[in-house]
Structures are given as structure tokens and as C-alpha cells.
């Protein structure tokens, strides 16, 4: 079975800099998608990026891109040019290509708190 | 907007009634998901639908139940509640073809509290 590991459970940063969010997983296929979501107060899960296993180019999405390390496991997301309203927590997620099941799998997910 | 819409937003209960959770997935989109988010187990992945049929069953217990119908809309059936199904249970539909295939979309969620 697959898992997803977000070791910090939260994280700060100032406004206009950057940070990085990790997150490892493990899995014995070779073709897979990975997810990063925000929720926000809301509780409204929104998704940030996503990363085809196949691809060896980094998503990037505006301020917002990955890391990913198929080798090692990791999808760490890099979050630029911070604002007050990336403050939320964050969940890793893993989804199987093949097979019929696509469920997500989501690490337990990282709060993240932006200073003025 | 995700486009995936849930019905109620919050609900109130007691231990051991039914209630029913209702979502629309986004236009066109064939799968429907169900999750829970609590406190102490994340969130887990319960059901999946795919034009009307069971796809795929997660962490479902059996007092759970879920269909979807020929619109396409889904319905979680939660029944003798307990305190700890209180959670917030979301619902989300991928779209059928196209490059968004394996991307899921969630509603604003379903916020239980079973007193």
C-alpha cells in the first residue's frame, strides 16, 4: 500500500520570502501522480499543483512549484513571494495511474503560517 | 469554485440516527468521490463511483452507504451515528477524459457533528 509522510506538522515564513513544504512517499509502482492541496480556514480543499511520475520536469504553477525526486520519493513544494493568503495547511497526496482504483492517499498534511 | 457542489453545509445529529449527504459533481464528470476528514485519522478515502457504479471502497464502515444515480449526483448514507463520525466529509469528481483525468475536484464539504 502507498503512503505519504508530511513530517512537519507546521511550518512559518514572511511574507515575500520563501519556503518549502516536504513530503516523502512510498510506493512499489512506477507510474503514478502526486498532488499538493491547500485548505484554507474555509476547510475547501484547493488544488496547487500536480506532478505526472513520468515526467522528469518539474511542475510549476505562478508562485508555486515542485521538487520532485523520483528516486529518492520526495515532492517537497516550493511556495515564492509568500502572501497573507497562502496561509493554510497543506496535504501531499498520491494517486495511483493504473488499476481502477484513483483514490487519493494524503499525508497528514503541514500548517502554514505567514508573518506580516 | 470547484463547480462541485454539497449539500447540507453543516449538520447536527444524535448518536444513533441516519442522515443522508448529498453532492453534484462538476459538468460532465463521471466519477464521484467520497472522503472524511477528522481529527485523529486525516483525511481517508471512503467510496469512489463511476457512471452510477462502485469503483473502488476505502475505509468505509458498514453503516455507510453510498449510490449514485442516473443524474450523476451522489448520496452518503450514514446511519446509527456515532460521536465519532463527526468529521467533515467531502465529495469530488474527476473529469472523464481530457488531460485533467486524474485530478480530483472537491466540494466545500458536509460539516457533521453528532452530539
Known amino acids: 500500500a502507498q503512503t505519504v509522510t508530511q513530517s512537519q506538522p507546521e511550518m512559518s515564513v514572511q511574507e515575500a520570502e520563501t519556503v518549502t513544504l516536504s513530503c516523502t512517499y512510498d510506493t512499489s509502482e512506477s507510474d503514478y501522480y502526486l498532488f499538493w492541496y491547500k485548505q484554507p480556514p474555509s476547510r475547501q480543499m484547493i488544488l496547487v499543483i500536480r506532478?505526472?511520475?513520468?515526467?522528469?520536469q518539474n511542475a510549476t504553477e505562478n508562485r508555486f512549484s515542485v521538487n520532485f525526486q523520483k528516486a529518492a520519493k520526495s515532492f517537497s513544494l516550493k511556495i515564492s513571494d509568500s502572501q497573507l493568503g497562502d496561509a493554510a495547511m497543506y496535504f501531499c497526496?498520491?494517486?495511483?495511474?493504473?488499476?481502477?482504483?484513483?483514490?487519493?492517499?494524503f499525508g497528514k498534511g503541514i500548517t502554514l503560517s505567514v508573518r506580516p | 469554485d470547484s463547480g462541485v457542489t454539497q449539500t447540507p453545509k453543516h449538520l447536527i445529529t444524535a448518536t444513533g440516527q441516519r442522515v443522508t449527504l448529498r453532492c453534484s459533481p462538476r459538468?460532465?464528470?463521471?466519477?464521484v468521490y467520497w472522503y472524511q476528514q477528522s481529527l485523529d485519522q486525516g483525511l481517508q478515502f471512503l467510496i469512489q463511483?463511476?457512471?452510477?457504479?462502485?469503483?473502488a471502497k476505502g475505509n468505509i464502515l458498514e453503516r455507510f452507504s453510498a449510490q449514485q444515480f442516473p443524474d450523476l449526483h451522489s448520496e452518503l448514507n450514514l446511519s446509527s451515528l456515532e460521536l465519532g463520525d463527526s468529521a467533515l466529509y467531502f465529495c469530488?469528481?474527476?473529469?472523464?477524459?481530457?488531460?485533467?483525468?486524474?485530478?480530483?475536484?472537491f466540494g466545500p464539504g458536509t460539516r457533521l457533528l453528532v452530539l
Open positions: 469530488a469528481s474527476s473529469p472523464r477524459t481530457g488531460l485533467n483525468q486524474e485530478t480530483q475536484y
Open positions: 463511483y463511476y457512471n452510477g457504479e462502485e469503483r
Open positions: 497526496a498520491y494517486r495511483t495511474r493504473t488499476g481502477a482504483n484513483s483514490k487519493l492517499t
Open positions: 459538468s460532465g464528470d463521471l466519477s
Open positions: 506532478q505526472e511520475a513520468y515526467k522528469q
